[in-house]
């Protein structure tokens, strides 16, 4: 039926082309190394493996990496409603077919949706949370002062024997009320981990967005006792101001880092510092407060490096500087993404 080629249709191939487009960006952009459930549906281990597998997969891959190309140069009003394809080349590809138009509509709406929803899941069950962009104070009720990093959630559970603190998901600065022999001492539980302040100060991140770590804890004033594994409390190390360590699940080496504080705390001031970091890695940081995700579309300009201080509450501005420091372009589609090109 004539009424039928107006609809944009995908069919399950294309769904895993553009399900692997994106987990191989993925990987550059947060780290991430672990298929998503769309990509493990299509019954292959990698990409690569998938595109081998036959003629077609290359051919639907190879459109949707195409897609992800110039996917900033489609007209988003044309992927809420799609219409004719625009021939004139400043709105858009020319003559873009209903085919890749379903393509991209696939690959806007899984960016937005792998990034938000785990987010919005923490912050629905916690007992204290932080939005999206958001940096948010707390006063616990023994006075210990908490400040949540963007996207953050933590649960509250204090008794006679322990004052505890569990971060879901995101990063926290704990400025901790001292124990004494009526107050028990503070810990903070994340993952299989706690955190034990000997001190005052101290931030403990948790989640496997940032860096490809899924722990990182940073001693600030004074010293705190980390356990990395409960299971293993021999484990256990004690962390002086400006030292960190971050781990990965299953890993077992544990290294103590020397940071720079001033770098690593300047979140805390609304500021976030930069000295010959990977752009991936800015990204990632960036990624934290943007409206929309920042994606790199090419793997060399992902390892440029990038030096700067740049306002959290400037999150675009942060971006046209580094793209033209880079050389780079940056296009947008407001409140849904930044892709980054050369």
Known sequence: MAQGKNKPEIDEMDQHAAAWVIHDHAVATTGKQSPSDAARQSGHASSREWIQSTPAHAESYENAQSVWDDLALIDPEDLKQPGPAANDASTGPAKRSWHIVAIAATIVLAVIGGIELPDLMARSFADHSSAHGEITTLTLADGSRVLLDSASAIDVAFSDTERAVTLISGRASFDVAPASDTVPPFVVHAGNSTTRALGTKFDVEYGDYDDG????????????????????????????????????????????????????????????????????????????????????????????????????????????????????????????????VE
């Open 213 to 340: 770590h899924d722990l990182t804890v940073t001693a600030i004033e004074h010293q705190i006792m980390v356990t990395p594994d409960v299971a293993q409390a021999d484990t256990s190390l004690v962390l002086s101001p400006g030292e960190r360590i971050s781990i990965r699940a299953g890993a077992s080496d544990i290294a103590v880092q020397q940071i720079n504080l001033a770098t690593s705390t300047s979140w805390q001031n609304g500021f976030l510092i930069f000295d010959h970091a990977r752009l991936s890695d800015v990204t990632r940081t960036l990624n934290r407060y943007a409206s929309g995700p920042i994606l790199i579309a090419s793997g060399d300009l992902a390892n440029r490096e990038v030096s700067g201080m740049f306002r959290i509450d400037k999150i675009d501005q942060a971006v046209d500087v580094i793209s033209k420091g880079l050389g780079a372009s940056s296009y947008s589609i407001p409140h849904v993404a930044t892709f980054l």
